[in-house]
């Protein structure tokens, strides 16, 4: 019953940025569901080395890997090209590729938002839409393509911390994963996002490379902790999976309980 619920076998999937991170995590939780798994990211050696240290623990799927760019359009339709190359259906699509930038208030640069947005908001929409001839390929009645797109808590709720463009860009990405779920729900293709918290990655590397910034991020976190390889697993193989056929247009927390963070009780003063 498991493996029919959330097991992907015969599945393929696309996990752009899937070298390292989540994008990583989920390749690795994708393959060992059965899967096969086709990762990119600007950076080939990275992506390469990914599939290999997966595929070398013997998934029941495969991961494969090579270069791609989601920053241009002719970039993404580079991505397209050799995706199509190389199946001529899509179960999955994951939008996972995405950069930041840091800056205090007052000198945050103005390139700073053409570039994230580029990336996390206009390379997402366009891979989707340049992809859905395949995902439609590959969707049913009973059982619908995928696209999972990576938000954050960030864009959820008023958290900059110096990254204003990647928390506005985050936003856009929740409520572009709203209306295409909408849009998409016809074709058969179910679109759902994670809004993860604090993960162990290269983008987060200034505050949790070190197993103990790790732990004092985490002791921000109502949990107690950041989050693990398998949070995200589980999370996203839900929702790709048999499982979560019948969700579309979700936005899923991954984020430890930072969402439910809401100050001090309003009457707490007076009551004590």
Not at 46 to 74: L, R, Y
Not at 93 to 101: E, F, K, P, Q, Y
Not at 206 to 217: C, G, H, R, S, Y
Request: proline share 4%.
């Amino acid at each position: 019953m498991l493996n029919e619920l959330f097991g992907l076998s015969g599945k393929t999937a696309l996990i752009t940025g899937g070298g390292s991170g989540i994008g990583a995590m989920m390749a690795e939780g994708f393959a060992q569901a059965g899967a096969r798994v086709i990762i990119c990211s600007r950076k080939l050696h990275q992506v390469e080395e990914t599939a290999a240290a997966i595929n070398a623990n013997n998934p029941a799927g495969s991961v494969e890997a090579f270069s791609g760019d989601v920053s241009s359009e002719e970039g993404i339709d580079a991505i397209v090209a050799e995706v199509t190359s190389r199946t001529d259906k899509l179960n999955i699509l994951v939008n996972n590729a995405g950069i930041s930038w840091g800056a205090p208030l007052g000198q945050f640069p103005h390139s700073a938002w053409e570039k994230v947005m580029n990336v996390n908001v206009a390379g997402l929409f366009h891979l989707t839409q340049q992809l859905l001839p395949l995902l439609i390929e590959a969707s049913s009645d009973a059982d619908p393509a995928r696209v999972l797109n990576l938000g954050s808590v960030m864009g959820k709720h008023p958290l900059g911390d110096g990254a204003y463009s990647y928390s506005a860009s985050k936003s856009a990405v929740h409520h572009m994963t709203a209306i295409l779920g909408k849009e998409l729900a016809g074709q058969r293709i179910t679109v759902n996002a994670l809004a993860p918290g604090p993960f162990q990655s290269k983008m987060t590397a200034f505050a949790t490379a070190k197993e103990e910034q790790a732990k004092a991020v985490g002791g921000d976190v109502p949990i107690g902790r950041i989050g693990a390889p398998s949070d995200v697993q589980g999370a996203s193989l839900f929702l790709c999976s048999k499982a979560g056929a019948y969700v579309t247009g979700a936005i899923l927390p991954l984020d430890g309980g930072i969402h439910l963070i809401t100050g001090p009780n309003l009457f707490g003063s007076a009551m004590s």
